[in-house]
C-alpha cells in the first residue's frame, strides 16, 4: 500500500532496523539527542532565565518549569514518532504539508533565524570568560572585551563541530564532557553550601502551580517558559540529531558527516516500513531507548539542571538584585565567593561558561544542520551542487550563519538577546505543536499514530506556549 506522502517525493520502502538489545550498556550508547537537548537546555534557560526570575519574583515561579518541560518532552516524542517512522527530521514533514515545501521551508528557516540567529549564549559564555581573565565582574567599559571573547567562542564551536566522522557524534561527546563536569560540580557546591531552607524553598515552588506574584513582567516569565527547557526550534532540532545517530528509520537514510570525513552519503527522501509483527515488535523496542532519552535524560536532567542552578541563585544573591548587562552570566559566581572565599569565584565561572557554551555550540549546528536538511530535501538544484556533497551545503550554512553572528555580537546585551529569542520561541512551540498533530494524522499508518491522550498532549503545548507569547506581546504593546 503507497501511503499519502504530500508535497515532497514518496518515500522509499526499507525494514526497520533491529535496536540493540536494551541493557544499561546499551542505554548509555544509544541516547545522545536527550543528552545534545540537555547541553542546550542549561544555558538560557537555566543558568540565565532561571536565576533572574527567582531573584526578581522568587522560587513560586518555578512551576513554569515542570509544566514546560513535561509538555516538551510530549512535544518531542510525536516529532519523534515521524522521524522514527520515516527517517526524516520533523521539518521536513513539515514541509510536505500544504503549501508545499518551497512555504513551509522559507517559513522555518526564518523563524529559525529570528528566533536563534542572536547569539546571546555565546555572548554570556563571554561575560563568563571576560570576568575570569579581568578577575571582577565586566562592565560597560569592557564590553569590547567581552565581544572579542564572544568571537573566539564561536570560533571553537565551529572547529568542534568540524571535526570527526559525523558531527552530531562530535557534539554528544562534547556535550557529555561539559554536562558530567556542569552537573558534579552544581550537585556538590549545592549539597555542601545550600541551606536546607532554600532547598525546602525551591522545591516547593515546582509544585506552586498556578501561582504568579503580581506585576509579574509577561515578557521574563513568557521567556521563562519557553526556555525552561530547550525552547521553541531548538526541539525540533533533536529529530535532526535522532536520524544522524541512527535511530529507527534514520539508520537506512545516511547523516550530515565531518569536514573530513569523505564517502558519507545522505538521501534526501526518508524511507519507510510496512508496519507487521516484525516491524511492530523492533518499534516498540525502538520506542524504549527514545522513552529514557527524553523522560529520564532530557526532562530529569533539564529539572535538575533548573534546581540547582537557581538554589545557587537563591541561595547566594539577594532577592531584588539588577540582572542584567554585561554581569548577568556571573551572578552566582559573586554571590558564593562573598559567602565562602574567592576560591569559588573561577570554579563557578568555569562552570557558567561551560553551561552556556554547550547552548551556544548546540545552535551553532542546529540551525545550519535544519536549514541544510531541508535545502537538502526540497531542492534537487542544490544537491547537484559541488557535486552533491553535503558537506558543501552544511558548512556553507555555518560560515554564513558564524558571520551574522560575529555582526549580532554587537547589538545588544546577552540577556536582553536572550529574552527576544525566547519570546519568538513560544510562538515556535504553538506552531510545531499543531503542525506534529497534523503530519503524525496524515502521513502515520494507523498502528504508528499517536493515542488520543498524547494528542490532546500537543494541544495543550500550544495553548499553553500560545498563551505566553500573547501575554507577552500584549504587554509590550501597553
Given at each position: 500500500m503507497t501511503r499519502p506522502h504530500g508535497q515532497l517525493p514518496p518515500w522509499g520502502k526499507a525494514q526497520l532496523p533491529e535496536p540493540p538489545a536494551f541493557t544499561f550498556r546499551n542505554i548509555l550508547h544509544t541516547i545522545g539527542p536527550g543528552i545534545i537537548g540537555l547541553g542546550i537546555a542549561m544555558g538560557g534557560g537555566e543558568w540565565l532565565l532561571g536565576p533572574a526570575v527567582v531573584v526578581t519574583h522568587g522560587p513560586a515561579l518555578l512551576w513554569l518549569t515542570a509544566v514546560s518541560v513535561l509538555l516538551q518532552v510530549v512535544l518531542n516524542l510525536e516529532m519523534a514518532r515521524y522521524t522514527l517512522y520515516t527517517g526524516e527530521p520533523i521539518m521536513v514533514g513539515f514541509m510536505r504539508t500544504r503549501p508545499g515545501p518551497g512555504f513551509w521551508g522559507w517559513t522555518y528557516a526564518v523563524l529559525s533565524f529570528v528566533q536563534l540567529g542572536w547569539p546571546a549564549n555565546g555572548l554570556a559564555a563571554a561575560t563568563a570568560g571576560a570576568a575570569l581573565l579581568l578577575g571582577r565582574m565586566p562592565g560597560d567599559d569592557d564590553a569590547r572585551s567581552v565581544i572579542l571573547i564572544g568571537y573566539l567562542v564561536f570560533l571553537a564551536c565551529f572547529v568542534i563541530v568540524s571535526v570527526g566522522k559525523k558531527v552530531e557524534r562530535t557534539l554528544e561527546y562534547a556535550m557529555r564532557f561539559m554536562m558530567i563536569w556542569v552537573f558534579g560540580y552544581l550537585i556538590l557546591v549545592d549539597v555542601i553550601a545550600v541551606s536546607p531552607e532554600t532547598w525546602g524553598r525551591i522545591l516547593k515552588g515546582f509544585v506552586s502551580f498556578g501561582s504568579v506574584p503580581p506585576g509579574s513582567d509577561w515578557s521574563l516569565l513568557a521567556a521563562f517558559a519557553a526556555y525552561s527547557g530547550l525552547g521553541g526550534v531548538g526541539n525540533a532540532f533533536i529529530t535532526n540529531w535522532m536520524r544522524d545517530k541512527g535511530y529507527g528509520m534514520g539508520a537506512t537514510v545516511g547523516y550530515i558527516p565531518g569536514a573530513f570525513?569523505?564517502?558519507?552519503?545522505?538521501?534526501?527522501?526518508?524511507?519507510?516500513?510496512?508496519?507487521?509483527?516484525?516491524?511492530m515488535s523492533a518499534w516498540r523496542r525502538w520506542w524504549k531507548f527514545l522513552l529514557v532519552d527524553q523522560w529520564v535524560i532530557f526532562m530529569g536532567g533539564s529539572i535538575m539542571g533548573m534546581a540547582l542552578t537557581t538554589l545557587l541563585a537563591l541561595q547566594f544573591v539577594p532577592a531584588g538584585s539588577q540582572v542584567g548587562g554585561w554581569a548577568?552570566?556571573?551572578?552566582?559566581?559573586?554571590?558564593?565567593?562573598?559567602?565562602?572565599?574567592?576560591?569559588?569565584?573561577?570554579?563557578?565561572?568555569?562552570?557558567g561558561f561551560w553551561i552556556l557554551f554547550s547552548t551556544q555550540l548546540g545552535f551553532i549546528d542546529g540551525i545550519p544542520r535544519s536549514i541544510t536538511d531541508m535545502l537538502w530535501t526540497g531542492s534537487a538544484r542544490v544537491r547537484r551542487w559541488r557535486g552533491g556533497d553535503v558537506r558543501r551545503v552544511y558548512y556553507g550554512v555555518l560560515i554564513l550563519f558564524g558571520l551574522w553572528g560575529c555582526i549580532a555580537l554587537n547589538l545588544a546585551q546577552p540577556l536582553t538577546l536572550l529574552i527576544i529569542a525566547a519570546n519568538i520561541g513560544a510562538v515556535n512551540f504553538a506552531l510545531e505543536s499543531v503542525h506534529t498533530l497534523i503530519i503524525n494524522r496524515k502521513f502515520l499508518p494507523r498502528e504508528i499514530r499517536p493515542p488520543l491522550w498524547r494528542e490532546a498532549g500537543l494541544v495543550c503545548c500550544a495553548v499553553f506556549y500560545g498563551g505566553f507569547a500573547v501575554l507577552s506581546f500584549a504587554s509590550a504593546w501597553k
Open positions: 570525513e569523505h564517502g558519507a552519503h545522505l538521501s534526501h527522501r526518508g524511507n519507510v516500513f510496512e508496519p507487521d509483527k516484525k516491524s548577568a552570566a556571573d551572578l552566582q559566581a559573586q554571590g558564593i565567593a562573598a559567602a565562602h572565599g574567592r576560591i569559588f569565584w573561577p570554579i563557578t565561572l568555569i562552570c
